[in-house]
T-cell receptor
Framework: DTEVTQTPKHLVMGMTNKKSLKCEQHMGHRAMYWYKQKAKKPPELMFVYSYEKLSINESVPSRFSPECPNSSLLNLHLHALQPEDSALYLC???????????????FGAGSRLTVL | GQNIDQPTEMTATEGAIVQINCTYQTSGFNGLFWYQQHAGEAPTFLSYNVLDGLEEKGRFSSFLSRSKGYSYLLLKELQMKDSASYLCAVRDSNYQLIWGAGTKLIIKP
């Protein structure tokens, strides 16, 4: 299995809703990432988990809350979002966070979020 | 600061060759990546360069010159399905990926 699976593919939510994005990989990767991508822009790193521990939080607002229940799963809990948070949310995984090898990121297909 | 520059948009003809350039200024260097991203989809890995020179993989090749802070992605025998954005990313001394803004490649028949 060489895939990263994200659900849901599309999500529409109001500013008072609570929802979650889910990500799963079975490649034995020990690093997992959340990225946010706006149209015609590169991906922006939000969070990095290494061996199930949060290693990087790129000053993301607290309305985004990551969770890594185990080495295969990564969630992003959403609460009280703003319309400007509408974007494509990409999950990715890699063997490790720091490696002398290629350590290629494998991305999921993304969850397209619309906040009304 | 850290900076990666690549052209915003390029147009090429089906069957032709196109070269997409990327220049970078980063805090350290631990490899350069090229990713392809079709509209509304996830980026997919194309190539990785850590040493100077050319890496060839089928119709795609990637070149790196570390002394010049320069890379290019060469696409041969262009097909309509190659219409996509091509993202250059450099891994810095902290093993963080710094992304370029991407080059939108338009292929015309």
């Amino acid at each position: 299995d060489t895939e990263v699976t994200q659900t849901p593919k599309h999500l529409v939510m109001g500013m008072t809703n609570k929802k979650s994005l889910k990500c799963e990989q079975h490649m034995g990767h020990r690093a997992m990432y959340w990225y946010k991508q706006k149209a015609k822009k590169p991906p922006e790193l939000m969070f990095v988990y290494s061996y199930e521990k949060l290693s990087i939080n790129e000053s993301v607002p607290s309305r985004f809350s990551p969770e890594c229940p185990n080495s295969s799963l990564l969630n992003l809990h959403l609460h009280a979002l703003q319309p400007e948070d509408s974007a494509l949310y990409l999950c990715a995984s890699s063997q490790e966070t720091s490696s002398s090898g290629a350590n290629v990121l494998t991305f999921g297909a993304g969850s397209r979020l619309t906040v009304l | 600061g850290q900076n990666i520059d690549q052209p915003t948009e390029m147009t090429a003809t089906e069957g032709a060759i196109v070269q997409i350039n990327c220049t970078y200024q980063t805090s350290g260097f631990n490899g350069l990546f090229w990713y392809q991203q079709h509209a509304g989809e996830a980026p997919t890995f194309l190539s990785y360069n850590v040493l100077d020179g050319l890496e060839e993989k089928g119709r795609f090749s990637s070149f790196l010159s570390r002394s010049k802070g320069y890379s290019y992605l060469l696409l041969k025998e262009l097909q309509m399905k190659d219409s996509a954005s091509y993202l250059c990313a450099v891994r810095d001394s902290n093993y963080q990926l710094i992304w370029g803004a991407g080059t939108k490649l338009i292929i015309k028949p």
